[in-house]
Nanobody, 126 residues
């Protein structure tokens, strides 16, 4: 069973920083793209940042220049460094990973699915 566990959320003042982590565990073959979404109350879910297995990154216009996504492939972990935080960044942040796993312990066939973390609250006070 593949699990994604996030950590690092919390309450911070405007202009402050937080670093989110998302660790993948379980029996997997490989991890392709990883990234972070966020959703504020009453708002649609927004893609914040993505990173490929090779390290290519992409950011939403609203966070470009303030947030940095990175990953440690040896630790199966993706990070989101958030600087110059604003009250508008307040949301539940969820990580995801496109992960290749074996169909079963007895078959070498693989399948790719998107897995999600449980979400972590980030609150930025003004």
């Amino acid at each position: 069973q593949v699990r994604l566990v996030e950590s690092g959320g919390g309450l911070v003042q405007s202009g402050g920083s937080l670093r989110l982590s998302c660790a993948v565990s379980g029996r997997l073959v490989s991890i392709d793209d990883m990234g972070w979404y966020r959703q504020a109350p009453g708002e649609q879910r927004e893609l914040v940042a993505t990173i490929t297995s090779g390290g290519a990154t992409n950011y939403a216009a609203s966070v470009k220049g303030r947030f940095t996504i990175s990953r440690d492939n040896a630790k199966n972990t993706v990070y989101l460094q958030m600087d110059s935080l604003k009250p508008d960044d307040t949301a539940v942040y969820s990580c995801y990973g496109d992960i290749l796993t074996f169909v079963s312990p007895y078959v070498l066939a693989t399948v790719r699915n998107t897995y999600w973390g449980q979400g972590t609250q980030v609150t930025v006070s003004s």
